[in-house]
Nanobody
Framework: QVQLVESGGGLVQAGGSLRLACAASGRTSSNLHMGWFRQTPGKEREFVAAITWGGFTTVYADSVKGRFTIFRDNAENTLHLQMNSLKPEDTAVYYC??????????????????WGQGTQVTVSS
């Protein structure tokens, strides 16, 4: 089992920045790809970004490309999402996820094996 705990959410004005963190514990020696997803009430969960277990490949949703950066520190078992130039439409609960299947972690409908509890990001206009 792997436990994921997100932090770093909050309230920020449009154009501002936030950095989310996801601390992993448990069977972190597994070669797990990791990703970020987000969801707002009444909407489907949306894929945001993913990174391979070695950190060499990243993928982003078109809506965040060029503004968000995903990176990981395997020595610290931590995943990050640097969010710049935030927009009101980025407001959502952000979830960290982990899975050994790249095709799953990069899909909005992916049933990832491990999920965090989520952290709220609110961007005011």
């Amino acid at each position: 089992q792997v436990q994921l705990v997100e932090s770093g959410g909050g309230l920020v004005q449009a154009g501002g920045s936030l950095r989310l963190a996801c601390a992993a514990s448990g069977r972190t020696s597994s070669n797990l790809h990791m990703g970020w997803f987000r969801q707002t009430p009444g909407k489907e969960r949306e894929f945001v970004a993913a990174i391979t277990w070695g950190g060499f490949t990243t993928v982003y949703a078109d809506s965040v490309k060029g503004r968000f950066t995903i990176f990981r520190d395997n020595a610290e078992n931590t995943l990050h999402l640097q969010m710049n130039s935030l927009k009101p439409e980025d407001t959502a609960v952000y979830y960290c996820a982990a899975d050994m299947r790249w095709a799953v972690i990069t899909r909005s409908t992916g049933a990832c094996d491990f999920w965090g509890q989520g952290t709220q990001v609110t961007v005011s206009s």
